[in-house]
């Protein structure tokens, strides 16, 4: 995954998937359960999936995730930061396993981004 490359809603899938393809079953799941990308959707079973992974250890993975989440979030279309801001962010940490130590993993914009939302 090339860093600052724009992340696009109609190439969200493929990136996602260049940087982390440890989620193709979620993608899967996802597209057999809704027959599209929908991002709003898919970016709560991103946070469960990165908040499972950091339960189980699977820091490498779960960083990548993270990582392609930030950039989407820094470098996305409207609709990518968008889903990004209101889908994964907005409401992390309402479930007891979205830990102050797994939201503490978050890169740097994600964090911000999570501060700016429970000031909001």
Do not use: Y
């Not at 779960?62 to 996305?76: S, T, V």
């Amino acid at each position: 995954m090339a860093l600052g490359r724009a992340v696009e809603q109609g190439t969200f899938l493929e990136q996602l998937l260049a940087a982390v393809p440890e989620v193709g079953p979620e993608v899967r799941e996802h597209l057999d359960d809704n027959g599209e990308l929908l991002l709003h959707v898919l970016m709560p079973d991103l946070l469960r999936t990165a908040t499972r992974l950091f339960h189980a250890g699977e820091s490498e993975v779960e960083g990548r995730l993270l990582a392609f989440i930030d950039l989407a979030l820094r470098c996305g279309d409207d609709a990518c930061r968008n889903a990004v801001q209101v889908s994964f962010v907005e409401h992390a940490g309402a479930f007891p396993e979205e830990t102050a130590e797994f939201l503490a993993s978050w890169p740097s914009a994600l964090k911000a981004e999570l501060r700016r939302s429970r000031v909001a």
